[in-house]
């Protein structure tokens, strides 16, 4: 079964923890002072009421008649506090009840006799009852305050995440000048900034590893091209024959690999500029497509006129089309609609590494559609397409029916409206998903 998690951003945990920790506070604070306040009270009220009892048995062991209400042998007079005077003790004693205590205090006569005064604690009732309003406004504010503080210290840090997250996205997609640590910014430094140099020293070491791959990579392939070149021109000179054939075949194919190597390692080192001309793009598809496979069909949807460089473009084109022929089945279909170019055919589909990870090179995808090649034709297209500014897309069509699979592969090339001013291929850093 699929795990439910619940997504919440940082602003609002820290509030939620601030307001919680907040009321916990003020609610053990506030039964500690309401149990406080209750008991002085009745503390106070249990020490005037003895004291009027006491007054009140001097004056009638005088002979005189109680006042202030004062019984003697009161039979509502509790039995726990009965006892203790009949035993010669003063005391007092909490009578609890619904509207409010009642405070009863008594002392022994000389006679005998049990003199007692009991007073509500209807005033000390109607001060705590103040006592527990205030408490809870108190408590309310507490909350409140707390809850803004925490959405003015959550909001400052989720924001310098959400700039350091977009920096880094930035930095994956290929731009070699942002620097995370200067995009969160701010006066206060904390564990953000500490996380902020981290990833800028991984995405630096990640450049460097990848300037010295593409480097090593160059520098092989410039060191291949001349031995490959004189292979192949000694393989010219070979008698004609079936073994002339193979030596010939295989020494062209290594040839063919120095220079797509070359050409990827030029596409990395962002050196690369587009020589733009206005082309209508339906024409010029049309053209190539019918020199480079003229078995596929061509239809132009809506034709328009574009700037780019044609050499780069027919260099797309002719990898989408040596692609669909080699690891796809016909026929292979091109429309030109606007500005976008759709080459589909009608095999097994794109590999799911490439749906999600895009072109890798020396990756010819799953064994349905591995054969010759070594995964460099889609990575230079897609190179040669950021050079133009451009962005080109790959997905599956769908089967006929449930369950049935992709009917075709489709790389679909979307040509920018306006033409690029400083474009340039970078290297892109492959994040997992």
């Known amino acids: 079964m699929r795990r439910f998690t619940l997504r919440t ?23 500690v002072v309401h149990s406080a306040a209750r008991v002085s009270m009745l503390e106070s009220a249990r020490e005037a009421e003895l004291e009027r009892v006491q007054f009140i048995a001097r004056t009638a062991e005088a002979g005189r008649k109680p006042i202030w209400g004062a019984k003697l042998n009161d039979p509502d007079l509790p039995a726990e506090l009965r006892e203790k005077a009949r035993s010669g003790r003063r005391g007092t004693y909490v009578q609890e009840s619904r509207k409010a205590p009642r405070v009863w205090a008594a002392v022994p006569l000389g006679n005998g006799q049990v003199l007692s005064l009991n007073h509500p604690f209807q005033e000390s009732a109607n001060m705590v009852r103040d006592l527990d309003r205030a408490l809870v406004v108190g408590s309310l504010a507490v909350v409140i305050g707390g809850s803004a503080l925490g959405v003015l210290i959550g909001g400052q840090i989720s924001s310098r995440l959400r700039k350091a997250a977009a920096a880094a996205q930035r930095v994956a997609h290929g731009d070699p000048d942002v620097r995370v ?71 062209r194919a290594m040839r063919a690999l120095v220079e797509d190597v070359l050409e990827v390692a030029r596409l990395d080192s962002a050196s690369e500029r587009a020589e733009l001309q206005d082309v209508a793009l339906g ?79 020396f990756r010819t995808g799953s064994t349905d559609r591995a054969g010759v090649g070594h995964g460099l034709g889609l990575t230079i297209a897609e190179g040669q397409a950021r050079v133009l500014g451009a962005r080109l897309t790959f997905r599956n069509v769908a089967g006929p029916g449930p369950g049935e699979g992709s009917a075709g592969a489709v790389a679909v090339l979307w040509l920018p409206e306006h033409a690029p001013t400083a474009t340039g291929s970078f290297p892109i850093i492959q994040l997992p998903g």
């Open 9 to 31: 951003g940082i602003r609002w945990k820290i509030t939620l923890a601030i307001a919680a920790v907040g009321a916990l506070t003020a609610l053990a604070l506030s039964l």
């Open 181 to 251: 640590r200067d995009a969160v910014g701010g006066v206060v430094r904390d564990e953000t900034d500490d996380l902020a140099r981290a990833v800028d020293a991984m995405a630096d070491a990640l450049q460097q590893r990848l300037e010295a791959e593409r480097r090593v990579t160059a520098d092989i392939a410039h060191e291949l091209r001349t031995p490959v070149t004189g292979l192949l021109t000694a393989a010219e000179l070979l008698p004609p024959g079936r073994p002339t054939e193979l030596v010939l075949d295989r020494a």
């Open 283 to 361: 024409e010029f598809v049309s053209r190539r497509v019918s020199t480079l496979m003229p078995e596929a069909s061509v239809r132009v949807v809506a034709d328009e006129i574009v700037s780019t460089d044609p050499r780069r473009l027919e260099r797309i084109l002719g990898n989408l089309l040596a692609n669909a022929a080699r690891y796809g089945r016909p026929p292979i279909q091109v429309d030109i609609e606007g500005r976008v170019v759709r080459v589909r055919d009608h095999g097994p589909g794109f590999p799911e590494a490439l749906l999600l990870e895009g072109p890798s090179r």
